[in-house]
């Protein structure tokens, strides 16, 4: 077994196998057993989770008070092409989770190619929804009217898939910063995990802003 | 026993189970936007649609972002906090139902 000073030193799993022994809480080890980086961006993600939670919720308490509510998403082609943009997002959580699965085997070579995918997978989704955001305003919609009922649906729908993209597009950043430093030997597997943490959440947030602002709002035909 | 448990820490699911969890996402939203084709009643849509959104979140947490398998510490420290300050969001719910009677929302 390995002695208090050794123990102290390690970090990472190597520490979670040796500290087994000892106390979680008796200092000098951490008691989650990840590096403080994966640590972070837990932290982060959870305080972001807050963030959307918020404008989720403020989605829905105008939407409730309101008895003009628009339903301007007809089957085709708007939820078609947002079911095709989910589809972009889940498969590309697949594909980060591959990249992690080599990185942490040691395959170096498989690692910046299902990152690149990953992108590829995130871009696809931004010129998807870059698109509807064009079709929605060229329409009428702004964040202040819409032709079709209440006002606040514009504010809101911009707001909130506004902030989704945004993180889209800063994960797709961070993971071409990843991807280069990755190439370069200057980022190891524990990055690559902790970049993969970010994406997931971005597409996790997706599963519940495609139903709630989508799929409740789909135009049954029969005007807006 | 080093190397066992680095094994054990970073290896103890295989990619089948990834592409499992990813066929299950894709079903349930499948599934998810049919009950929009079929105009199924808005509340149970809601319903429905909610429960099936926590299952799928609790996936990707769970399996691609790897909770799952990290210690019990960690996951009392982030998930039960969160979910409380989540639901206590909706303390002001019921106010939307007031605001649904002033005229500026008619």
Redesign the interface.
């Known amino acids: 077994m390995a002695n208090l000073a050794d123990v102290a030193k390690m970090t990472g799993p190597e520490a979670s196998a040796g500290t087994r022994t000892l106390s979680l809480w008796a200092g000098g080890v951490s008691p989650y057993g990840i590096p403080h980086k994966k640590l972070g961006m837990w932290l982060f993600i959870v305080s972001d989770s807050l963030t959307f939670s918020a404008l989720l919720f403020g989605y829905a308490y105008l939407r409730n008070a309101s008895a003009n509510w628009p339903h301007p998403f007809h089957m085709w082609p708007s939820i078609a092409v947002s079911t095709l943009m989910t589809f972009c997002l889940l498969s590309s959580s697949l594909t980060m989770v591959l990249a992690v699965h080599h990185a942490q085997r040691g395959n170096r070579d498989k690692v910046v190619p299902w990152l690149i995918a990953t992108m590829v997978g995130g871009i696809a989704f931004l010129v998807l929804h870059g698109n509807e955001w064009r079709v929605l305003i060229e329409e009428g919609m702004t964040p202040r009217k819409n032709p079709w009922g209440d006002a606040m649906f514009g504010g809101t729908f911009f707001t909130l898939t506004g902030m989704h993209m945004f993180h889209v597009l800063t994960g797709v950043v961070y993971l071409g910063v990843i991807a280069a430093r990755w190439a370069g030997r200057r980022s190891d597997a524990t990055d690559i995990e902790i970049s993969g943490l970010y994406w997931h959440f971005v597409d996790l947030v997706w599963m519940f802003i495609f139903p709630l602002v989508y799929l409740m709002s789909v135009n049954q035909g029969g005007g807006h | ?2 190397a ?3 094994e ?4 103890p699911v295989g ?1 089948r189970v ?2 499992f969890v ?1 066929i299950w ?2 079903a349930l ?2 599934f ?2 049919f ?3 079929k ?1 199924v009643p ?1 509340h149970i ?2 319903v429905a ?2 429960g ?2 926590i299952v ?2 609790a996936l ?2 769970a399996y ?3 909770l799952k398998f ?2 019990l ?2 996951v009392l ?2 998930i039960p ?2 979910v409380v ?2 639901l206590l ?2 303390t ?2 019921p ?3 007031r ?2 009677q002033l005229a500026i ?2």
């Not at chain 2, 054990?8 to 290896?11: M, N, P």
């Open positions: 026993m080093a066992a448990a680095h054990e820490a970073h290896e990619m990834m592409y990813w996402l894709l939203t499948v998810e936007v009950l929009a084709y105009q808005l849509m809601l649609l909610m099936m959104s799928k979140a990707i947490v691609f972002m790897h990290e210690r510490n960690l420290t982030l906090a969160m300050a989540i969001l909706n002001f719910f106010d939307s139902a605001l649904g929302f008619r």
